[in-house]
């Protein structure tokens, strides 16, 4: 089972994510999670950071992509999961505003 800190350290970094980037001006897309495999899937408290402008956040994930092949097949397997509302991956909502399934 996913722990009150372990939710609580999702939430902090996004804070923390967010707001580092704000000071800094930079643009910033980050996903994280604490996960924890179980017989019947996996039970996830998720989080995600979309700060600053759309543009370059495109332009640095279409960089990384062709950098690394790794990113490319993560964020296909992500999306394809994403759309098609895989059964076995359970999200918990944190109550916090953050970007989630």
Same mark, same amino acid.
């Given at each position: 089972?996913?722990?009150?800190?372990? !939710?609580?350290?999702?939430?902090?970094?996004?804070?923390?994510?967010?707001?580092?980037? !704000?000071?800094?001006?930079?643009?910033?897309?980050?996903?994280?999670?604490?996960?924890?495999?179980?017989?019947?899937?996996?039970?996830?408290?998720?989080?995600?950071?979309?700060?600053?402008?759309?543009?370059?956040?495109?332009?640095?994930?279409?960089?990384?992509?062709?950098?690394?092949?790794?990113?490319?097949?993560?964020?296909?397997?992500?999306?394809?999961?994403?759309?098609?509302? !895989?059964?076995?991956?359970?999200?918990?909502?944190?109550?916090?505003?953050?970007?989630?399934?």
């Amino acid at each position: 089972m996913i722990t009150e800190k372990q !939710k609580e350290a999702v939430m902090e970094l996004c804070r923390y994510v967010e707001n580092f980037c !704000k000071e800094n001006g930079l643009s910033a897309f980050m996903s994280v999670a604490a996960s924890e495999e179980h017989p019947d899937g996996l039970e996830q408290i998720a989080g995600s950071i979309i700060t600053g402008k759309t543009e370059h956040i495109v332009g640095s994930i279409s960089g990384v992509v062709k950098a690394d092949k790794n990113i490319y097949m993560l964020l296909s397997v992500g999306l394809m999961q994403a759309y098609t509302r !895989k059964a076995d991956i359970n999200t918990i909502p944190s109550g916090e505003n953050l970007n989630m399934n």
